[in-house]
């Protein structure tokens, strides 16, 4: 079993800034393409960020320049630094993405939790 936990979110005035983290725990080799998305209650999910294995990442056009995404293999850990945020960047963010498990089968997708992200005077 595998899990995505993401933290980190929270509510924040415009302009400020937040980290998300997003952690992978049970039965995990390795971590391999992972992104960050996000939801607006009544709207469909969007992708945000996307990080590959060897760390290169693209970004949607809404948020580059003001978010970097960045990982750490050796903890199974990707993370998220949002800065300069605005209101409309306020969602549900989701982390998913690839995860290759201890038991040699072949890597499967995987969905976190989601943490909120409310920025907001």
């Known amino acids: 079993q595998v899990q995505l936990v993401e933290s980190g979110g929270g509510l924040v005035q415009p302009g400020g800034s937040l980290r998300l983290f997003c952690a992978a725990s049970g039965n995990v080799f390795s971590i391999n393409t992972m992104g960050w998305y996000r939801q607006v209650l009544g709207k469909q999910r969007e992708r945000v960020a996307v990080i590959i294995s060897g760390g290169q990442s693209t970004y949607a056009d809404s948020v580059k320049g003001r978010f970097t995404n960045s990982r750490d293999n050796a903890k199974d850990t990707v993370y998220l630094q949002m800065n300069s945020l605005k209101p409309d960047d306020t969602a549900v963010y989701y982390c998913?993405?690839?995860?290759?498990?201890?038991?040699?089968?072949?890597?499967?997708?995987?969905w976190g939790q989601g943490t909120q992200v409310t920025v907001s005077t």
């Open positions: 998913g993405g690839f995860v290759t498990p201890r038991n040699g089968e072949l890597p499967q997708f995987y």
